[in-house]
């Protein structure tokens, strides 16, 4: 029975053991993350009352937040997230109040590094590079000559249906009236055409000489 205990007690210690040994290595894993992104320390142990973020302070370099907290004997299980605005190292208990008012001093550091994506000096990105870019104002352009080619050929349209009726019409009663004069001046000459036919024809005849 006792050696059940001991070996029970063993198998705990290097479960704990196993535990902090995972805990420090995702600490490492996540604790350089770049200038605005998102970083995060996951079940880090804590000694002292819980917990609570500092608020906001403007142009900090620092943002963070605690999203989890958990009781963990006399002491807080806590799962952090910060944003780092600016590249250096950092300890995040710089930016950790106590919720009862107490004092921080007994908390040990938590380093954190944020990198840069930008050489060493450079604080701003990169120029752009120049181009060729189209001129502005060339669809407008298009635009305007395309409104202007329409215009004339609806004008060119407008002008010759006004002209080309009255042509027609002109042709049209030409060449109707010789084809009914032919027409009718055949009948006649073979008899086929009665008083009121003669009496049109005559007239169609007084119109085409007096034209």
Known sequence: MLWTISQTIGLFSVTLL????????????????????????????????????????????MVVRIVKAFPHGA??????????????KYN??????????????????????VTSLLPPGQVEPNELETGWIPRLGGYRNVMIGAIVLWSLILLGLIFLGHKQPE??????????????????LEAAFENRMGKEQYAELERMLYAYWRK
């Open 75 to 88: 002491s807080f299980r806590y799962d952090i997230v910060f944003h780092g605005l600016e590249p250096g």
């Open 92 to 113: 995040l208990a710089d930016w950790l109040v106590r919720k009862d008012g107490s004092s921080t001093d007994d908390l040990p550091e938590i380093p954190v590094e």
């Open 167 to 184: 042509a027609a019409k002109e042709e049209e009663k030409r060449v109707t009236l010789a084809d009914m004069l032919q027409t009718r």
């Open 18 to 61: 196993l535990i902090s040994c995972m805990t420090r290595f995702v600490q490492a894993e996540n604790t350089s993350p770049t200038v605005g992104a998102a970083g995060n320390i996951d079940q880090i142990i804590l000694p002292g009352s819980e917990l609570a973020a500092k608020p906001l302070i403007p142009n900090s370099p």
